[in-house]
Each structure stands twice: as C-alpha cells, then as structure tokens.
C-alpha cells in the first residue's frame, strides 16, 4: 500500500516538473481554437488558412487509439482538412503521455518541434524515427519509454544524433535522452550536459559513471530511476531541481566542483542513507547525513536522515522541501535555533507522526495560493506540539499557521 501511495504522489510531481518546464500557453487549446482529427490524430489549428494553407500542431490522438485500434504512427507533415492543407510544425507537450499501445512513431520531414514530455511513459512505444527538420525537443520527452529499441535521428539532422538508443546533441555535448540503456551506464566522454529528464523514469540503469566533462544535471534528469543505486558526479559543477528525485541512490558525494545546488535535488530518496561533500568544495558541506550550505546555516536536503532526526546546531533555516518525501522520519523535534521553515520543507513525510517546536518565533512560510504547506500531505493524524500560549489560534498566530500548513485534522496542542 505504501508503494502505491509514494508512486501516486511521485507521478503528481512528475506532472508538476513538466509543467513547470512547460511554458506558459504550450499545448493549450483555446475554446475558439479549432481542432480536428485525422487517421487517429487530432490537430490544433495554430495559424488560419491563408490562400489554401495553414498550420497546425499535433496536441494528442482520439477515442479510437485510446481504444488501443492504432497501434503505430506516422506524424504527417501535411494534413488536409475541409479542403485546406495545413503544415504540421509542433508535437505539443504532453501530447501522447502515458498512452499504452504505440509501438512505432515515425516523424516525417517538415516538423519542426517535439514538446516537453510529449511521449511521457509511453511505456510500449519500441521504435521512433526523427527526421531532419527537427530543431527541438523539449524535456522529459521519452521519459519512462523503457521498451524504446530504436531511437533513430536523420543524419542531416543539424541539431541532433542518435547512436541508435541514446539522443545527443549534435555536437554530443549534451546528452538529451537516454530511456533505454541499461546495466552499469558510462557517460560517453566529452558530454558536458545531462539534459532535463534525460534518464527519467529509467527502470533499467543500476548505476552511472559521468566523465569529467560533465558539468551540469539538469533538473530531472534521473528522475524516479528506481533501480540507479549510485552515481559517480566526478567534476559536476551544477545539479537541477529533483534531479535524482525518487531514485535508488543509497550514497553520493558532491564533489568539490558544485557550486550549484537548485533546491533538493533528492527528493523520495528513501535509501539514501548518506551525503557526503568533499571538505574543498567552497559552497556546500555534510553533518549528520545533511547537505547544507558552507556557513551550516541552510539545511538543503535532509532526505538521508532517519526517524527523530537531530538538527546540526547551526542551522537556522530548513529549506524548500528540504525533508519532502522522507517516509522514515516519524517524529521530529526543531530546536530554538531555527528561525525559518520554508516550503515544503516536510511535506509528503508520509510516516510523520508528531512534531515539537521549541520555540514559537520559528516562521513558516506563508500560506499562499497554491502554496505546499510546511507539512502539506503529511499523515493524517499528525499532532504539533507548540510552547504553551493563551493566545493560541488568535489572527496570525503561530498555530494558524501551522493549521495552514498541515492537513486537514491536524492535533495542535501545547506543552
């Protein structure tokens, strides 16, 4: 049941990577757009017919292949509809996510652009075919298509290559997606960028080697690689957002060379059991299993820690989803010292049971419109325990606050 729950809520913030990856408008179809559909896949006008022509891009496929009755694809590069011919420009993101029952995609000549995500888990797909008018292709695209065979790129493709089961960039500085490799993963030489969820949801690596050219892992890059038990970062310089998010990893040592950590970037990690940070590195340091910032007064990541963890006594703030996702930690006591709890910062710690504040001028964020709350989808019966005060739930209050960030029935009492 356990399992079940955390690949539900791994699921709801991969959705929210995407689509904060996604910009603003991507794939949205409006009520005055128009649409149609075309041997099992529907269209979005994007530019008006003008003297017999128009444009349009692909936002998904209908009823009938859902039914599981179109099997393979070809993407057109040009459609005809009402007597119209329209150019087909853009895969939209998202666009066939999480579709069962596609084997084979092959994308003719004229599209210019593969979305984010656009074949997110589309765990049957086995072969695609991208021609050489492909210009871009959008994160997380292939993430989760573990049954992917053959990746194959047009060799006059100017911005991409393909070895056959890895994307790269052309010039193979960036290595942009890889759903299908397996075993003991050796970052080829000479990549210098691990792009946004280019292993995500890779069920098949066990662990990766990254060369010293690598310096930076964008954000999801090995999202949700259940069986990826270790990482050799050798000279990374940079590491994303939920980059090894819901991952095996048990160890990992940043390296020296980081000097950019984008919040934490291992989040439901529970097998993570250590941290450790190279004594020369100039921005970040370990104590008790956490990673914080070299001053020890930020707590970046405690997803190592276990239940009823002790808090480094330097620590003054506890960072954006610092503990998000940790299903060890039972019970939790924060010192006097701590004057800030930030976003998130313990949400989703599904086996949280009862927290102590010592102090009430420690400031939680501000519940805001789609906000996670301190605590948010924590256990249901979680209680708080806060120092005593006859002004308890007045406006403002320290214990409104903790009941804006928590679940609902949270059990606020006083000692």
Known sequence: MKSTVKRLICVIIAVAILVGLIPAGAGEVSAKQNTFRKNGIVYAVTAAPKDGWGEVSVIGVDEEADKGLVYDFTLPSMVYHKKVAYNVKKIEALAFSCRSGIHRVIIEDG??????????????LEEIFITAKVGEIGSHCFGGCNSLK???????????YSDGTVIYSKDKKTLVAAPAVSGDYAVEKGVETIGGGAFDSNTGITSVSLPSSVKRIEEGAFYECGSLTGIKLSKTEYIGKEAFAGSGIISVTIPETTVSVEGNPFIFCNSLTEIKVSKKNPKYKSASGFLLNKSGKKLICGSAAGDDPSFPSTVRTVCEFAFAGNDRIKTLSVPAKIKKVDEGAFSYCTSLKKVRFISRKTKLAEPKEDFYGVFFDTCYDLIVEVPYSEDGFAEGSFETFISANSPTGVDITTF
């Open 111 to 124: 599209i210019e652009e593969i979305g984010a995500g656009a074949f997110y888990k589309c765990i049957d």
């Open 150 to 160: 053959s990746i194959a790129v047009s060799n006059m493709n100017e911005r991409y």
